[in-house]
């Protein structure tokens, strides 16, 4: 079991379009408030992780990766222009529109979303290009290279027994574990992070993702 009192830096990849994610990294909030870590966020991108087999996708997922490029591409050029600081409240503003109020992945909300942190609207131009594509590919890629490709968002990486990293993709919850929960899942994902030579544990979703 890890040592609770030790100060972890924390590194999260995530995609703003993903639910999943989001209860990660409601999960991660949590932790933070009874656990002593630093987390640094990182923007990676499904749409760029399903590249070249979005025919084998059912058509919903096609759609969603469409709308998922405006929003990584604003994140990355927000932490490009304003520092990296910005990631963790416009990812909090993008993801409360986008899962609880059920808002449209547009740029109409992605300009909402600025204006809630207090970016520029005009950020939200960035959706629609691909100047900041190289640095988001970069992010994405050093997540990915952490885990394989074969999984998705989101993706946690800790200090590893030497002067690496480890990394996990998930953990895939819901809801959000808050409180106590949220910390004794912590202290469980670290212990199976740091047992060499482990991969996976994993069983069947028996329903979706729950917001509260």
Not at 159 to 166: L, N
Request: net charge negative.
């Amino acid at each position: 079991m890890s040592d609770s009192r030790i100060r972890t830096s924390v590194d999260f990849w995530f995609d703003p379009v993903c639910p999943w994610t989001w209860l990660t990294s409601r999960w991660m909030l949590e932790v933070r408030e009874t656990r002593p870590v630093d987390i640094t966020w990182h923007v990676m991108s499904l749409a760029v992780l399903n590249e070249g087999r979005l025919d084998a996708l059912p058509e919903r997922i096609r759609v969603l990766m469409g709308q998922a490029w405006a929003p990584v591409r604003v994140l990355t050029a927000a932490s490009q222009e304003h520092g990296p600081d910005v990631l963790e409240p416009l990812y909090t503003v993008l993801g409360t529109r986008f899962h609880l109020q059920e808002q449209p992945r547009t740029r109409t909300t992605i300009e909402a979303a600025l204006r809630d942190v207090g970016l520029p609207a005009d950020l939200a131009d960035a959706g629609d290009t691909d100047d900041y594509d190289e640095l988001l590919r970069a992010s994405h890629h050093e997540g990915v290279a952490l885990v394989g490709e074969d999984v998705g968002s989101p993706i946690i990486a800790v200090p590893g027994p030497d002067t690496g990293k480890v990394a996990f993709f998930g953990p895939v919850v819901t809801p959000a574990p808050k409180g106590d929960q949220a910390a004794r899942l912590w202290d469980g994902a670290l212990a199976v992070a740091s047992t060499p030579g482990f991969y996976e544990i994993k069983r069947s979703r028996t329903v979706g993702p729950v917001f509260d």
